[in-house]
């Protein structure tokens, strides 16, 4: 929503912008009410969201979250949170543009630094099976394609 707006300013800079331009509002404001509760759900559903995919990624991989035999649960948790409410933020922006920009692209960094991208690939991923299991379908239609791109980008193997 944001980069749109910053977008409609740049471009109707002197004139009325066009119905076509303010199409996105009129979405925006549509979805507006489900946004704010899917928001709400994600802020209330936190501590069982992330305790559900971690339990789901030990059963997938007990070794996933260990490094040398150091357990990397804490940092895994505390990254995930962060990126879990910056995707809270995005869905109730509708703004992917701002998630990319502000956090995945220098998070990505960070993963690959770590080569860590196998355990964002198997978070994500388990945590949109999850967020279907807790979340009714409208919420989660919401949030699923912004964890797919957390997952897209912070999992991907450079080729």
């Known amino acids: 929503m944001i980069t749109q707006l910053e977008r409609l300013s740049q471009m109707a800079d002197g004139r009325y912008a ?33 305790e559900q995919v971690q339990h789901r990624i030990r059963q997938v991989d007990p070794a996933l979250l260990l490094s040398n035999q150091t357990d990397l649960s804490g940092k895994w948790k505390r990254d995930t949170i962060r990126v879990l409410r910056y995707s809270a933020i995005t869905v109730l922006l509708d703004d992917a543009e701002l998630l ?47 964890l797919e791109l957390n997952r897209s980008l912070l999992g991907a193997k450079p080729e």
Do not use: G
């Not at 076509?20 to 209330?44: D, P």
């Not at 991923?125 to 912004?146: R, T």
């Open 18 to 50: 066009t119905d076509a331009e303010l199409l996105f509002l009129e979405e925006y404001i549509q979805s507006f009410s489900l946004r704010v509760q899917t928001y709400r759900q994600i802020q209330a559903s936190e501590a069982e969201l992330l």
């Open 100 to 146: 990319r920009d502000r956090l995945l692209f220098w998070m990505q960094t960070v993963m690959k630094a770590f080569d860590a991208q196998r355990s964002c690939n198997v978070t994500y991923h388990v945590m949109q099976q999850v967020v279907q299991s807790l979340f009714p379908l409208d919420e989660a239609s919401l949030l699923c394609p912004i």
